[in-house]
Nanobody
Framework: QVQLAESGGGMVLAGGSLRLSCAAS????????MGWFRQAPGKEREIVAA????????YYADSAKGRFIISRDNAKNTVALQMDSLKPEDTAVYYC????????????????????WGQGTQVTVSS
């Protein structure tokens, strides 16, 4: 059982930056692939980025490449998403999610493959 809690959302002007954090409870954190998803109003929840437990592999959606960086600290049971050069289309509720795998993954892209979810944090980017 894993409990996830996001923080760091807020409102920012286009071109600005935000750093989202997710704190996880429970043991064996390094056995979970950790992902960040987002859901904008009227749209499906989509994956933004994910990282394996051993931190050797990561995935970024095309919309996030070059602007977002996912990282994790297994000693602190945390995963972060650094978001730079934010655009209005990044506005959404961002969710942290965990998929029980192995330290090497694999990384799965479907929301249905993730077992645990945080409550979400709102990110609003204004132009």
């Amino acid at each position: 059982q894993v409990q996830l809690a996001e923080s760091g959302g807020g409102m920012v002007l286009a071109g600005g930056s935000l750093r989202l954090s997710c704190a996880a409870s429970g043991r064996t954190f390094s056995w979970y692939v950790m992902g960040w998803f987002r859901q904008a109003p009227g749209k499906e929840r989509e994956i933004v980025a994910a990282i394996t437990g051993n931190r050797l592999s990561s995935y970024y959606a095309d919309s996030a490449k070059g602007r977002f960086i996912i990282s994790r600290d297994n000693a602190k049971n945390t995963v972060a998403l650094q978001m730079d050069s934010l655009k209005p289309e990044d506005t959404a509720v961002y969710y942290c999610a965990a998929d029980f795998a192995q330290p090497a993954g694999p990384i799965k892209l479907s929301r249905n493959d993730y077992d645990y979810w945080g409550q979400g944090t709102q990110v609003t980017v204004s132009s």
